[in-house]
């Protein structure tokens, strides 16, 4: 049942490239220049009416969510919050019909998150599901959604719900970008072609596998790790803290890379770890100099990089080249070697992976 895999969780994270390919089966049609999602089609009057898009989700789906705020406000031009499900529910937040709320699950099971879609359906918003489980409860009480197709996701570490849920969210922001006329017709057809190479160029990013091995080998007995990116990156950073902190229990924290000045630079010295994403786009300088700081510092630097990139290999003590893709596409690949560093680490330091101690796949509590 594992497919010849150690762990439920390897073969998810090498499940990617078919599950986001299953995820725009029959949506993405580069071809004839369309993104079809029938859940987005059927309410497009709302979406374009919509004052702004609030997004909850808990965890790894919230991360997600982060991710799809930097997508959609970037391409569609909408202004989006993204709330913690348990926050929102508890908080009186203001929220009128006029508001889409999307709730990311995988599980479409998480209390809180089904707690505060009912808190914003009493009133009177349109309320969207992302989730993976068909005909989960999240996917029943939701308006509309959109599956993600990723196929059972058995690990409780998340990995290949992320990248789908990443996917169906672009798709949505492209649809919507389309038809608000924030992209050009040119500008579109570029994003799906591009879009449609990202399986394959997930595919040469699970090549890093054995040397991401080697890494996790030097960095395994760390009592503490950081993880910086900026702009889509950003939710990257704390994606990759989680699932370390997850399954390996080695304490793990994400930052924008800026916000290290503010503060966790003071934890810096020679035997930190410090992860940081440093794609060659959008803030590449900017990254490059905090990577300085950290040099400086003596902290140990693994760099997420695009491949042929030079000035960060100068400074960086590992690097892990990931293929070269538009900028709003990049989280799909540097996400893939941070799920291999952690379940290297998690192996190497005989933890149960798919199981970790108080964790449980769907959290049907508060
Ligand atoms: O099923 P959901 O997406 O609603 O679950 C949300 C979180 O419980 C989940 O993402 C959790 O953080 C994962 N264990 C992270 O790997």
Redesign the pocket.
Known sequence: EKGGYDHFMLKEIYEQPSAILDTFRGRLLSNEGMIKLAGVEDNMKKFLAADRIIIV?????WHAGLVAEYIFEDLARIPVEVEYASEFRYRNPVITEKDIVIA???????AD?LAAIKLAKSKGAFVFGVCNVVGSTIARETDAGAYTHAGPEIG???TK?FTTQITVLTLMALRLARAKGTMSSSEFRHHLIELETIPGKVEEALKSDAYVKTVAEIYKDSKNCLYLGRGFNFPVALEGA??LK?ISYIHAEGYPAAEMKHGPIALIDEHMPVIVIATKMGHYDKVVSNIQEIKARKGKIIGIVTKGDTSVKELADHVIEVPETLECLTPLLTTIPLQLLSYHIAVMLEKNVDQPRN?AK??TVE
């Open positions: 989700a808990c965890g790894t789906s990311i699950s995988q599980s479409g099971e998480t998150t409780v570490a998340s719900a989680l699932k997850e964790l769907s959290v």
